[in-house]
């Protein structure tokens, strides 16, 4: 039987623990854990200057047409010759991401993921989300805010980069259950309880027998 690779996609709110949650799964199966560090690979692929990729990812910046539902996926071709910045980093990414889940399992965070792996069969495509009290508390840990107006304010303001990326460059829309296998509310459960249940179903997705797991060095 074929051999598979065990590919788990994590998208998220800000400040329901989306990053802990995937470093956890990756340490669990020993596995690549792929977010920001994505950047670094094609920075040092193309040698170009890592800080202003990273100035643009998951952004949409500079477009020539509004940012909207499906902007991007949508108009792609008429968009060939007036690429911008932000776009030819997304195509980079792309293109990256899908040449790793040729040849590797991986755990990645973020980056439409689940979009751009869509008709993968070895993907699992995961949604995480929280309540506000939740995510105040993991967004304190994070931002260097004082008051809870300004970290809801940050954490609003994430949520709609991170919503207007996705929505531009792919054909599905941010945090809905079409775009993913299963949603859950991390305050619910707590980040460990929360990483528990994705294991369980990912452990029945990838059966043992037929995954192929390979820890990238």
């Known amino acids: 039987?074929?051999?598979?690779?065990?590919?788990?996609?994590?998208?998220?709110?800000?400040?329901?623990?989306?990053?802990e949650i995937g470093e956890k799964i990756a340490e669990h199966y020993g596995l690549k854990l792929y977010?920001?560090?994505?950047v670094e690979i094609l920075a040092k692929r193309y040698d170009l200057d890592q800080e202003k990729l990273m100035a643009l990812e998951e952004?949409?910046?500079?477009?020539?047409?509004?940012?909207?539902?499906?902007?991007?996926?949508?108009?792609?071709?008429?968009?060939?010759?007036?690429?911008?910045?932000?776009?030819?980093?997304?195509?980079?990414?792309?293109n990256l991401i899908r040449e790793l889940a040729q040849k590797e399992s991986f755990v990645i965070v973020g980056r439409a993921a689940n979009a751009i792996l869509a008709d993968n069969p070895d993907v699992l495509r995961v949604y995480v989300y929280a309540s506000q009290e939740f995510r105040l508390v993991q967004a304190r840990k994070r931002f260097n805010l004082n008051s809870d107006e300004e970290?809801?304010?940050?954490?609003?303001?994430?949520?709609?980069?991170?919503?207007?990326?996705?929505?531009?460059?792919?054909?599905?829309?941010?945090?809905?259950?079409?775009?993913h296998d299963f949603m859950i509310d991390t305050s619910l459960l707590g980040i460990d309880d929360t990483v528990d249940v994705i294991l369980g179903i990912a452990?029945?997705?990838?059966?043992?027998?037929v995954v192929s797991i390979t820890k990238t060095a």
């Not at 074929?2 to 329901?16: A, P, V």
């Not at 452990?203 to 027998?209: E, G, T």
């Open 35 to 38: 977010d920001s560090n994505l």
């Open 1 to 19: 039987m074929t051999k598979k690779h065990m590919i788990i996609s994590i998208g998220r709110e800000c400040g329901c623990g989306g990053h």
């Open 59 to 94: 952004r949409v910046t500079g477009h020539l047409l509004p940012a909207r539902q499906n902007g991007f996926a949508k108009q792609y071709g008429s968009l060939m010759n007036a690429f911008t910045k932000s776009d030819r980093l997304f195509m980079m990414e792309r």
């Open 203 to 209: 452990d029945r997705k990838f059966n043992s027998k």
């Open 151 to 179: 970290l809801l304010r940050k954490i609003r303001n994430v949520d709609k980069v991170r919503r207007n990326y996705f929505n531009y460059y792919s054909d599905k829309v941010w945090a809905s259950s079409d775009a």
